[in-house]
């Protein structure tokens, strides 16, 4: 079980991760270094996200799982890509039925 943020804590930042995904060429500078330091477009990222929402946040996720962490306090952080993905996976698969 994950914990240390309240649902609405988590609900909010799960939007916000979203509609970065989502902002195409509305996306600040900072948020198009982020995505280009994942190798992401961030204008293809929003088309896709359009066409198919869970392969585009598996992808970010991927990204972010490639990345060089630093040391974390606790190993739940490093966690974050893999579980996400899964929980994606597994949406997409229910959705297919």
Do not use: H
Not at 16 to 39: C, H, I, P, Y
Not at 67 to 78: D, F, K, N
């Amino acid at each position: 079980m994950w914990t240390g943020a309240s649902p609405e804590r988590a609900a909010t930042g799960m939007k916000n991760f979203l509609n970065a995904l989502t902002k195409g060429e509305a996306l600040t500078k900072r948020q198009s270094d982020v995505f280009a330091e994942l190798g992401i477009d961030g204008t293809e990222m929003a088309k896709r996200m359009q066409e198919d929402a869970a392969g585009g946040i598996i992808a970010v996720l991927d990204a972010l799982g490639q990345l060089e962490a630093y040391p974390a306090t606790s190993g739940s952080i490093r966690d974050l890509p893999l579980y996400c993905k899964t929980l994606c996976q597994r949406t997409a698969t229910i959705r297919a039925g």
